[in-house]
């Protein structure tokens, strides 16, 4: 079986996020990425095109032109990996995919509603495979507490409590990654809400199997004039009955990628965190707690299927990612129709829920139906 080729809009000299699709896209052995329009920038396309080893010629000055270079090649790329900001996702999405290509997106989804629905529109026509990189979906224990909240362990979820907190935005700060995120032309309207809010919220519904219906939300931006928010806390009420509260900070000094996910229903609760992702913990009520860990006593099926090595090994953030890259070439293959990959329904599920919470604090924190 060949590997999947792989091309990349953005990720050039200086990503980030760049570097970590590359390193998760290999961690499998399904991909090779062979062709890619790095920057709007010429020379550093093609500079860093020749560090990673891509022929010159598939070097691209553009993602328009790549899109269709690539579509007429035999040994065309088989997806698109976009790692660009929030504004330069719907572009390449669509081009792509009205190439016939399918797509690999960063999250969120889009700037805006209206470049969200321009990109589920394309998915419809095309029919091609669309996938976006919450990693942290992509943990093997958080698949395992999916699991168990399916199979009843937890029995009825009645609260969700989800946190995401940062601190590397206290105060004005400036470069490539954080000039982008507080600029709402790039950023979109959502700030904190739309950068790590939207992976928190991600999280808890992937995990619950829960849909939001209304919320209410409370944005700050405490750093004088930034234009969009470095704080969100937002009430959830969920379909069926539970209740929900999620933060999302990047000005909570002594945090750095503090992601925390608590589920209480009526027989048990766990509790998991980000930071150290292979132990979570679980109980049942009256009983003692149980520490879980990944590959350990007591994995289940769904926590095994993606675990990459001997537990006490640890796995993390990079795993995570190249989960959903092993996912997304099982479904391209037609291997794994049931991989829990999230897609474009996720994504639009984000960028609602960024525009709700927008609106709601707009209108002083009032309720609003999603």
Not at 137 to 159: F, W
Not at 255 to 275: I, M
Request: hydrophobic share 45%; with cysteine; aromatic share 8%.
């Amino acid at each position: 079986m060949r590997k999947l080729r792989l091309g990349m809009v953005g990720g050039g000299q200086g990503a980030f996020i760049g570097g970590v699709h590359r390193i998760a896209a290999r961690i499998d052995g399904d991909w090779e990425l062979v062709a890619g329009a790095l920057s709007s920038d010429p020379e550093r396309t093609r500079a860093s095109a020749a560090e990673l080893g891509i022929a010159a010629d598939r070097a691209y000055g553009s993602y328009e032109e790549m899109a269709q270079a690539e579509a007429a090649r035999a040994d065309g790329i088989d997806a698109v990996a976009i790692v660009t900001p929030n504004h330069m996702h719907a572009g390449p999405a669509v081009a792509f995919l009205n190439a016939g290509i399918h797509v690999i997106c960063d999250k969120p989804l889009a700037a805006t509603m209206e470049q969200a629905e321009a990109i589920a529109e394309a998915v419809q026509r095309s029919g091609k495979h669309f996938i976006l990189t919450h990693n942290y979906t992509g943990y093997p224990l958080m698949r395992q507490a999916r699991e168990m909240v399916a199979r009843g362990d937890l029995g009825a979820i009645r609260v969700v409590q989800v946190e995401y907190a940062q601190d590397w935005l206290a105060e004005e700060t400036h470069g490539k990654q954080a000039d982008w995120r507080v600029d709402p032309a790039k950023s979109g309207a959502g700030g904190a809400v739309g950068d790590i809010g939207t992976h928190a919220y991600n999280l808890a519904c992937f995990v619950t199997g829960l849909e939001a219906e209304r919320l209410a939300a409370d944005l700050d931006a405490f750093v004088p004039g930034r234009k969009v928010d470095d704080n969100t806390q937002v009430m959830l009420r969920f379909k069926g009955g539970a209740k929900g509260a999620l933060w999302a900070s990047q000005v909570a000094v002594g945090n750095e990628n503090a992601l925390r996910l608590r589920v209480y229903g009526e027989k048990g609760g766990f509790e998991w965190a980000q930071e150290n992702p292979n132990v979570m913990t679980f109980t049942r009520f009256g009983q003692p707690k149980q520490i879980l860990t990944r590959a350990g006593a007591g994995a289940t099926e769904a926590g095994l299927r993606n675990t990459r090595t001997p537990g006490g090994h640890p796995e993390g953030y990079l795993e995570g990612f190249a989960t959903i890259y092993a996912e997304a070439a099982a479904l391209i293959r037609g291997n794994d129709p049931d991989a829990h990959v999230p897609g474009i329904k996720e994504g639009l599920a984000g960028i609602r829920f960024i525009a709700a919470c927008v609106e709601s604090s707009a209108r002083d924190a009032a309720w609003v139906t999603l």
